[in-house]
């Protein structure tokens, strides 16, 4: 099962609790000339949240999209240092990632309050960026299929298909974040192979659907890794904090359009 020709692929950078004013915008001044005429990929940037405001305005003239690396389940009220989706939007996030692996591990979110936070994205008139994956001992007890397919089914319980094809979904193996171990284009293909065929068999238009591979993307395997039939792009983690080594993943999803 192929892609569509008519979508571009994405690729999303998340800076996780990096940066600083001045940091920002050093790496903004480096890396949007060059993206400037990347016109075959969709880019959009995860700053933490203190820092939203100052890059969606740095990012004004430019057509790098903002996005968020979180957002809270309730709409709004007594949530002491929560932020809700309808702020989110109001400074003008385009994106929002729910379910990062870190999120799930670190912060307790299960199945179901990522679930939550996915319709509440919707809600707030955002795109949710699914992450799903599994650990290295759920893949190497053969699980992988299992757990992703799990974590998928509480969003789809949740909000149904169509409303869960109006996101994204990021399949990150979380034995690859951050480690320098990626999943092989093979490997990555295969799961995105799956999800993409789950989402058909519930009547879902798959090809539509942005699938997104995350685990240690750099620019020495980005190409290959986008080259899969199934592999949308990219939700990219430290290397998104260079600007030259996030501008080669993007040149490499540029140069890959979805077939």
């Keep these: 099962m192929s892609t569509s020709a008519n979508k571009k692929k994405l690729v999303i950078g998340n800076w996780k609790m990096n940066g600083s004013s001045a940091a920002n915008a050093a790496l903004l001044r480096g890396l949007l000339p060059v993206i400037s005429s990347f016109e075959r990929v969709e880019i959009a940037l995860c700053p933490p949240y203190p820092y939203l405001a100052t890059v969606a305005d740095l990012l004004d003239d430019s057509d790098v999209v903002l ?18 989706g309808s702020m989110l939007g109001d400074i003008g996030c385009r994106f929002v990632l729910v379910g990062h692996s870190e999120r799930r591990a670190l912060y307790g979110e299960d199945d179901a309050c990522v679930a939550k936070k996915f319709a509440t994205a919707l809600q707030a008139g955002l795109i949710p960026v699914l992450c799903v994956g599994e650990t290295l001992a759920q893949r190497q007890s053969g699980e992988t299929q299992t757990v992703v397919t799990t974590q998928l089914h509480a969003v789809l319980k949740a909000v149904g298909i169509d409303e869960l094809a109006k996101g994204v979904i990021a399949y990150e193996p979380v034995w690859a974040i951050g480690t320098g171990e990626t999943a092989t284009p093979e490997q990555a293909q295969a799961v995105h192979r799956h999800i993409r065929q789950w989402l058909a068999d519930h009547d879902c238009v798959a090809a539509d659907c942005r699938i997104l591979y995350g685990g240690s993307v750099k620019a020495d395997n980005a190409e290959r890794l986008f080259n899969q039939p199934d592999i949308d792009g990219g939700l990219i983690g430290g290397a998104s904090l260079d600007a030259m080594s996030f501008a080669a993943i993007c040149e490499a999803a540029q140069a890959k359009p979805t077939i």
């Design 67 to 84: 996005g968020a690396q979180n957002l809270s389940t309730e709409l709004s009220g007594a949530h002491t240092g929560e932020v809700s």
